[in-house]
């Protein structure tokens, strides 16, 4: 290992172990590692948004003689207003029409990808039993599937009391949410320990294997 990249090494190493020294306490080593973290990514999404926003959409446009980017432009800049205690107020109306914009396009993909496209999913399943193509590991997982959001569905439904039969199958709905919120939680959890794992892995075959070996 050369030096430039055993010095690189080192320095990543040496700032995963102050982040880790939170597991102790709070102290200054996680501190620094802390806002030195904050303070790199701010700085890399500014160069990136400047390259990859700015320049393409303002400057290129405009030296382009499209000059109805200036409203978009201007849209921007007064959003630096909220730096102003006395101009704060400003901000407001470019943020508004931001959100406005935002709202219109998020709604519909949204619309798409969480609702039409599993109800979507959800029917195909049965089209696969109709035609008589689905085996028995897709029977049972139709069937668990249609359960479940029958059943949440009805769990949400309070114009009902929860009693009786309509009782029985809201608390099927429950558990069928747990379930589904125990397994989200259980993937968080697992995809924290693999960064906990490369971390480790890292500082053992990465760091002290190749620098004191």
Same mark, same amino acid.
């Given at each position: 290992m050369d030096f430039g990249t055993g010095l690189s090494t080192t320095v990543a190493a040496v700032l995963t172990l102050c982040i880790f020294?939170? /597991? +102790?306490?709070d102290n200054p080593f996680y501190k620094f590692a802390e806002h030195l973290v904050v303070g790199v990514s701010a700085g890399y999404w500014v160069a990136? /948004? +400047?390259?990859?926003v700015v320049i393409p959409n303002i400057w290129q446009k405009l030296a382009m003689g499209k000059w109805w980017y200036v409203f978009p432009t201007l849209l921007g800049i007064l959003m630096w207003a909220r730096l102003s205690k006395r101009y704060a107020w400003v901000s407001r109306y470019p943020l508004a029409f931001y959100l406005g914009i935002a709202t219109g396009v998020a709604i519909p993909l949204e619309m798409k990808a969480?609702?039409?496209?599993q109800l979507f999913g959800t029917v195909q399943s049965f089209v696969a039993l109709h035609d008589g193509t689905a085996d028995f590991a897709t029977v049972v997982n139709t069937v668990l599937i249609a359960i479940g959001i029958i059943s949440s569905l009805i769990y949400f439904f309070f114009s009902k009391e929860h009693k009786g039969v309509t009782g029985g199958v809201a608390k099927i709905g429950i558990w069928t949410l747990m379930v589904g919120f125990g397994a989200s939680f259980g993937y968080t959890v697992m995809a924290r320990i693999s960064l906990l794992i490369e971390r480790i892995q890292f500082l053992i075959d990465g760091w002290l294997l190749n620098i004191f070996s």
């Open positions: 020294s939170f /597991l +102790y306490k990136i /948004l +400047y390259i990859n969480k609702v039409i496209e």
